[in-house]
């Protein structure tokens, strides 16, 4: 056990024993959730690691992920739908076995691999988030509107409960935006039926005072000492003054009056006694027989308070490591060598070279390895304390602030210009708006708020439009008729999703099928190999479906499960059936997704003129679809291509693992490809 792991145990106990004790209700099929409330530096995240370890020692899958902080006073979080649950959706992804079977990738632009299976096993069709959400429910507890990408990702993680017990522990949820809470309050209510428990941290202060949307989840589920739990996190007390020094200090001898003074210093607060002690391991208060020394009792050696003995060790840095954290800071609590290599003017392996040298002799900066951000796969780097971020960021002076964030705006537009695919584009909107406002480019950030709220109004989150809405107003500093323009497209934007909750909501009062909650039971089905069963649940839903798009698409997953039940002719039957539905309801996603079904019963017939027929009758409609169903249609065509012409479906397999890295779609390359 490293030195850091024994600090954050220390005087943390009863709270370990707390969340044990709620994880033990995962045993009985329920869930619980731990509220975590507790102001900077008194080592909420590091309680939540050490649960992280605890959970992974006992055989639990747990992921612990952090909210989006803030770009210098611009608030990213609450600009990014549901950004917390998406990194735990990746996380859950990169852990799942190769040999396991595949119900979903992730796609971390925002897009569902999903529950729609078509040619093989390894083939997915997608079905993008924002695509359909304009699509609500009516919440089965009263009459909440839903919006579909919350609903989509609670299916999701409900489901991967059904195989395994989960915990997620969610760190700086003050941070979160208003779709991730309305995800929270989901699980709130399904308590007793899930085996998920989730911890969610957060700081007090900053919920009130900004009226962060956490802040209505907690009065509306307030601690009942069963599912729902609030745990305390106090100062350490005189007694943990011993063991901390003996964790920090080199060759510590107890002495008494150095930890009463440690503590009427520190007022206990955690952060501040482990800052306290990290400057003393340096610039010792003791004399060889461990007794306090005149320098120290004279005061000499004490730093006036905890930024003052940081300070000190920061001085003890070269100009060069105090201009690279400097750099690092402005991009945020995390940076990445991507970026930060740009601004060094350096090449990423020297950048990480002295990035790890950092980490290595201050602690300063930690590694949290490789992660995809702004389109990029880099190594990213968090600070070890939110202080110490702020710290070299107010090294810089009001001109290197606007013109690093300035530079870092020009890098990330340059990403979003060139960004493949629509979804990348939307993840890097709210950083370009971030950098901009912090450069002092305030008609550059307005467009991109703009972008971003257009992205919450495709994925039905008024709230979040709402939100772009305000930090639009903020910047407008006077009324001014150029600014109009802006005012109106930001109106219409929230108009437009005010509506559209209301007239779709009104059309699921009417429509009694839930489509979507048909399409995952027969997927549900079809992955667990029970293809009877699965067509005889479309059968009867069928009955009660209007003719429309909708329908195809279930008679598309009819024809599917025909083939996997050795049916062909009832499979051609069916596939036919929806195809000739969508000549008088044109759905071009369902439609190509009906296409590649077709070839796929024309393969097993032997009709593999047939099948490339339908491959490229599919790939004509993929010029209006987005890029997943391109990679579909191409991956199916060089699998039908191998059987004659080898050449040339190396061709389309090329075509294909670029447009799968294209779209981080790694694990479909792995397993359409088998590399």
């Known amino acids: 056990m ?40 008194y080592g909420k995240t590091a309680l939540l690691q050490v649960f992280e370890q605890d959970c992974t020692q006992s055989g639990i899958m747990s992921v612990l992920v952090e909210c989006q902080s803030p770009v210098g006073n611009f608030q990213v979080g609450n600009l990014q739908p549901l950004h917390p649950f998406v990194r735990v959706l990746e996380e859950l992804t990169k852990r799942e076995s190769k040999s396991a079977q595949k119900k979903l990738a992730f796609n971390i632009g925002m897009s569902v691999l999903s529950v729609l299976p078509f040619i093989g096993d390894a083939i997915y069709a997608v079905k ?20 579909n990408a919350v609903g989509e990702v609670f299916e999701l993680l409900k489901n991967y409960t059904v ?11 003050q941070w979160a935006d208003a779709d991730s809470v309305d995800l929270l309050g989901h699980f709130a209510a399904k308590l007793d039926e899930l085996p998920i428990m989730l911890v969610v941290s957060y700081r007090q202060s900053v919920v009130q005072d900004r009226l962060a949307p956490l802040l209505s989840l907690l009065k509306q589920y307030p601690a009942n000492g069963k599912s729902i739990l609030k745990i305390d996190i106090p100062a350490f007390t ?42 003393f391991d340096r610039v010792s208060p003791f004399d060889s027989s461990g007794k306090l020394t005149d320098e120290f009792l004279r005061g000499e050696i004490v730093p006036a308070s905890v930024h003052a003995a940081f300070s000190k060790l920061a001085e003890q840095l070269t100009e060069e490591d105090r201009n690279i954290l400097s750099i690092c800071s402005a991009e945020g609590n995390e940076c990445t060598a991507f970026v930060v290599s740009k601004l060094m003017n350096t090449d990423v392996v020297t950048t990480i070279k002295k990035l790890r040298f950092l980490q290595q002799r201050t602690g300063i900066i930690r590694s949290l390895g490789a992660k995809t951000k702004y389109g990029v796969k880099t190594t990213v780097y968090q600070f070890g304390q939110t202080f110490y971020q702020e710290h070299f960021h107010e090294l810089l002076e009001f001109e290197e602030k606007a013109a690093i964030h300035d530079h870092i705006a020009a890098l990330l537009q340059k990403q979003y210009d060139e960004a493949p695919d629509t979804q990348t584009k939307n993840l890097i909107a709210p950083y370009l708006a971030a950098h901009h406002a912090e450069s002092g480019n305030e008609p550059e950030a307005q467009k991109m708020l703009i972008i971003s709220a257009q992205v919450a109004a495709d994925m039905g989150s008024a709230e979040i439009v709402h939100t772009a809405q305000e930090r639009l107003v903020e910047m407008f500093h006077t009324v001014e008729e150029g600014d109009q323009p802006l005012r109106n497209e930001m109106n219409a934007i929230m108009h437009h999703v ?14 009694e099928i839930d489509i979507d909650l048909l399409q995952r039971e027969i997927v549900e089905l079809y992955h667990a190999g029970k293809f009877t069963e699965a067509i005889q649940k479309a059968e009867h839903s069928l009955i009660d479906i209007p ?20 049916e062909l002719l009832m499979a051609r039957t069916a596939c036919s059936q929806a195809i000739q539905l969508l000549l008088n309801h044109p759905n071009p996603e369902t439609h ?21 027929e339908n491959l ?60």
């Open 2 to 41: 490293t030195s850091t792991d024994k600090i954050n145990l220390i005087g943390r106990t009863p709270q370990i024993e707390t969340l044990r004790n709620a994880r033990t209700r995962l045993t009985k099929k329920n869930g619980s959730i731990v509220f975590v409330p507790s102001e900077s530096g």
């Open 616 to 675: 490229r009758q599919a790939a004509s409609l993929c010029n209006q679809l987005s890029n997943e169903f391109r990679l579909l249609t191409i991956t199916n065509i060089s699998t039908i291509v191998s059987r004659s012409s080898p050449q040339e479906a190396t061709r389309y397999k090329k075509a294909a693992k670029q447009l799968s890295k294209s779209l981080h779609f790694t694990r479909f390359a792995e397993d359409a490809f088998g590399n």
């Open 498 to 511: 005010q509506n559209d909750i209301d007239d779709e909501f009104a059309v699921v009062q009417i429509n």
């Open 163 to 173: 195989k395994s017990p989960l915990v997620l522990l969610l760190d700086d949820m």
């Open 592 to 612: 190509c997704l009906a296409l590649n079904t077709s070839a796929c019963i024309a393969i097993s017939l032997g009709e593999h003129n047939l099948a490339l």
């Open 128 to 147: 993008e988030i924002g695509k359909d959400v304009k699509e609500f429910k009516k919440d089965k507890d009263g009459d909440k509107k839903v919006s």
């Open 547 to 566: 003719d429309n798009a909708d329908k195809a698409r279930i008679v598309v997953l009819l024809s599917k499960a025909h083939l996997e039940a050795g």
């Open 238 to 279: 005189l007694p943990d003054m011993n063991s901390l020094c003996s964790s920090v200090l080199s060759s510590y001898k107890q002495n008494k009056e150095f930890e009463k003074w440690l503590f009427e210093k520190t007022s206990g607060i955690p952060q501040i006694v482990v800052e306290y002690l990290h400057y």
